[in-house]
C-alpha cells in the first residue's frame, strides 16, 4: 500500500542537480528566467511599435524612433534565440553529469538494500518503478520543473503587463489559469497510478525478456524450444500493461480536450468584448493588437504545453515520492561496512549456537524452522544433510545474516548475531554459495574479490594447485588477469566446474573462521570432488568452525559431526559411525546412495 501523500518535493529535483552540477544548474534557472521575460517585452515593444508606425503612416514620415523600436524588437526575438542556444548547450553538460550521478546513486542503493526487501514484492515493485529509465527522470524532472516555473513566470509577467493595459484580459488569464491546474493534476496523478499498477506487468515482462534474449538461457532456449510460448506470455504481460496505461491516457486526452476547446470559447468572447474599449479609445489599436496576438500565444501555451507540464509534473512528484521511500529502504549493513573493507577483522570464533530458533520467509505462513537446536564448536567440522527442501540452506541463510526474522536466539560466542555490528558479521564467514557468482572480471578479480587485503601471490597459486587450476590458468592469455565472460573483446569462459572452483577459492582465500559451503561439488566430476572435501578437511585445521552441506554422503565420512534435519527440525546428530549405528534417516540415505556405487 502506498504511504501517506506528503507536500511537494521541489527538494530531490533542485538540491540533487544544484549539489552535483551547480554551475550549469544556475545558469539554466538564470536564463529560464530571462526567457520567462521575453514574450513580456516584446509585447510591450509591439504594442509601442503598432501605435508609433500607425502615428507615423498617418503623418506620412518614418522616424528614427519606429527604427528604434523596429531594432529592439528584433534585439528581443535575437536575444530569445540566444537564450535558446545557450541553454541547450547548458543541457547537454547537465544531463549527463546529473544523469551519471542519479544512476550512480540508485545502484549504490540497489546494491545495498537488505536480502529480505528483495524478497518483498512490494518493495520490489517500488524498486522496478524507480529503477527504470533510471538516468533519465532526474534530468526530465529538472527540466520540467524548469519549464513549468518558466511558463508560470511567463504568465504572471504577461498577465501583470495585460492587465495595466486592461484588467478583464489579465483576469481571464489568471482563471485559465486555476482552472487547467487542478485538471492538469489529477491527469498526472492517474498517469502514475496506472504506471503504478502496470509495473506488475512489466516486473513479469521484464523476467521474460531476460529467459528470451540472455546468454544464460540459450542452451534451454534452443534445446526446449519454449522461444513461442514465453513471447506468448510477454505479449500478454505487455498488452495488460498497454491496457493499464491506455485507459488513463484516453482518459486525460478527453479531459484535456474538453477543457481547451472550453477555453478556446471564451478567448474569442474576450477578444470580441475587448473591441468596445478599442472602438471607445481606451485601448489604443497597438494594445489590442499586442494583447490578443501574445495572449493567443499564452492561451495555446496553457492549454498545450502548461497542461501537458503540469500533468508530468504530478507524475513526477509521485516519482519523488517513490524515490524517497526507496531510498529509505533498509540496507544491509554489512554492504555499508564496505567501505572499511581494508580494516577488516577477521575475529575468532569459539562457538555458535542455535537455540530454539524458528523462521517464516516472509510473506509465507509455513514455518520453515521449527525449534532448531545446536551448537557448532571451534576446531571441528560440521556436515547438514537432509532431504530436499528440509532447511539446510535455510539455516545458512539465517546464520550468515541475510533474514533476521527469526525467533529464538543465534549465538556466536554467547553474543546474539542480531546485536553484531556490521563489520564483524562481515568478517565471520567464507560463503561458497550454491548458485555461486560468475564475475564478468579479471581471473584475479575473481578469486580476491572476497579478501580484505589482497592475499599473498604464494596462497593464491598453493589453492590453484589444490584446485588443480594451474593448467588451465597458465594457458590463458593474460594468466590471472585474463578477463572472464564476454564483456571484453578478448573474454575466456570456464566450465560450470571450474566456475565452482574459483568461487570455491574466493571463498577460501578470504580466510574467515567460519567456513561454510553448500553444495561445493554440485558442478564437479568425481576425482576433483575428492579435491574438494580433502580442502575442506584440511581449511577445517585452520578455520575456527567448518560447515559443509551436501548430498554426497560419501564425502562427508571424515566430518567431525553431522546434523540430520527432516522438516525444518534436527531429528539425528552425530558422528558418521554413531549415525550408521543408529540405523534413522542418515544411515538410510547413506545406505541408498551406496547401494549406487556397488
Ligand atoms: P534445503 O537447503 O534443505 O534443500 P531450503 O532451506 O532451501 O532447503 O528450503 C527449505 C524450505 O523453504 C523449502 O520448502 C523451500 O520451498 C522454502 N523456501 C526456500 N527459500 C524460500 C524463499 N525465499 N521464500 C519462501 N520459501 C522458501
Request: charged share 25%; aromatic share 8%; with cysteine.
Amino acid at each position: 500500500m502506498r504511504s501517506e501523500r506528503r507536500p511537494l518535493r521541489l527538494k530531490q529535483y533542485l538540491a540533487f542537480p544544484l549539489k552535483h552540477d551547480g554551475a550549469h544548474t544556475l545558469g539554466i534557472v538564470v536564463l529560464r528566467v530571462v526567457s520567462a521575460f521575453l514574450p513580456t517585452a516584446k509585447m510591450l515593444i509591439l504594442a509601442r511599435f503598432v501605435d508609433e508606425a500607425l502615428r507615423e503612416l498617418r503623418q506620412g514620415a518614418i522616424s528614427e524612433k519606429l527604427l528604434g523600436i523596429a531594432g529592439m524588437l528584433v534585439g528581443v526575438l535575437l536575444l530569445g534565440k540566444a537564450v535558446e542556444l545557450l541553454m541547450s548547450y547548458l543541457s547537454i553538460h547537465f544531463s549527463t553529469l546529473v544523469s551519471a550521478a542519479h544512476e550512480r546513486r540508485l545502484i549504490e542503493k540497489k546494491s545495498r538494500v537488505c536480502f529480505s526487501v528483495l524478497e518483498n514484492a512490494e518493495d520490489y515493485e517500488l524498486m522496478c518503478r524507480v529503477m527504470d529509465d533510471q538516468s533519465d527522470r532526474m534530468v526530465a524532472a529538472f527540466e520540467n520543473l524548469m519549464a513549468l516555473a518558466e511558463c508560470l513566470l511567463r504568465i504572471l509577467f504577461v498577465g501583470l503587463a495585460v492587465a495595466g493595459m486592461n484588467l478583464w484580459c489579465g483576469g481571464f488569464l489568471l482563471a485559465v489559469l486555476l482552472a487547467i491546474l487542478p485538471v492538469a493534476k489529477k491527469c498526472g496523478g492517474e498517469s502514475y497510478s496506472a504506471y503504478e499498477a502496470a509495473t506488475k506487468y512489466y516486473k513479469v515482462s521484464r523476467y521474460l525478456r531476460r529467459v528470451l534474449s540472455e546468454r544464460d538461457y540459450v542452451g534451454e532456449r534452443t534445446q526446449y524450444a519454449y522461444t513461442p510460448h514465453v513471447q506468448e506470455l510477454w505479449d500478454e504481460a505487455q498488452e495488460q500493461a498497454r491496457l493499464k496505461m491506455k485507459w488513463a491516457t484516453k482518459k486525460n486526452m478527453i479531459r484535456t480536450k474538453l477543457l481547451t476547446g472550453a477555453i478556446a470559447v471564451f478567448a474569442v468572447l474576450l477578444y470580441g468584448g475587448m473591441l468596445l474599449p478599442l472602438s471607445r479609445g481606451d485601448l489604443t489599436a497597438g494594445d489590442y493588437v499586442s494583447v490578443v496576438t501574445t495572449t493567443a500565444q499564452i492561451i495555446s501555451m496553457l492549454t498545450w504545453s502548461f497542461a501537458i507540464l503540469a500533468e508530468k509534473f504530478e507524475e513526477n512528484q509521485r516519482y519523488a515520492e517513490d524515490l524517497e521511500r526507496f531510498l529509505d529502504l533498509p540496507e544491509e549493513q554489512a554492504e555499508a561496512a564496505a567501505e572499511q573493507r581494508g580494516q577488516l577483522v577477521l575475529p575468532t570464533v569459539s562457538q555458535i549456537e542455535f537455540r530454539d530458533v524458528s523462521f517464516c520467509y516472509p510473506g509465507c505462513e509455513q514455518p520453515v524452522l521449527n525449534h532448531v537446536s545446536f551448537r557448532l564448536n571451534k576446531g571441528s567440522s560440521y556436515a547438514l544433510v537432509g532431504k530436499n527442501g528440509a532447511g539446510k540452506t535455510t539455516i545458512i541463510k539465517l546464520l550468515t545474516g541475510l533474514y533476521t526474522s527469526y525467533t529464538g536466539e543465534i549465538l556466536v560466542d554467547g553474543k546474539e548475531l542480531r546485536d553484531m555490528d556490521a563489520q564483524t558479521k562481515q568478517g565471520l564467514f567464507s560463503v561458497i554459495y550454491q548458485d555461486f557468482a560468475r564475475y564478468q572480471l579479471t581471473v584475479r578479480e575473481n578469486l580476491t574479490l572476497g579478501c580484505p587485503v589482497p592475499p599473498e601471490e604464494s596462497a593464491i597459486w598453493q589453492l590453484v594447485d589444490s584446485l588443480d587450476l594451474r593448467e588451465k590458468l597458465d594457458g590463458l592469455p593474460e594468466g590471472l588477469e585474463t578477463n572472464l565472460g564476454r564483456l571484453e573483446e578478448i573474454g575466456i569462459d570456464f566450465s560450470g566446474g571450474e566456475w565452482q572452483k574459483i568461487a570455491i577459492a574466493r571463498a577460501v582465500l578470504k580466510r574467515a573462521p567460519i567456513l561454510i559451503m553448500d553444495e561445493p561439488t554440485a558442478a564437479l566430476d568425481p576425482l576433483h570432488e575428492r579435491a574438494i572435501f580433502q580442502l575442506f578437511a584440511e581449511h577445517s585445521k585452520n578455520a575456527s568452525i567448518s560447515i559443509l552441506i551436501t548430498h554426497r554422503l560419501g564425502g562427508i565420512r571424515s566430518v567431525d559431526h553431522i546434523l540430520v534435519l527432516e522438516d525444518g527440525a534436527v531429528c539425528e546428530e552425530g558422528s558418521h559411525e554413531a549415525l550408521m549405528r543408529q540405523q534413522g534417516l542418515y544411515a538410510a540415505l547413506y545406505t541408498e546412495q551406496e547401494r549406487w556405487y556397488r
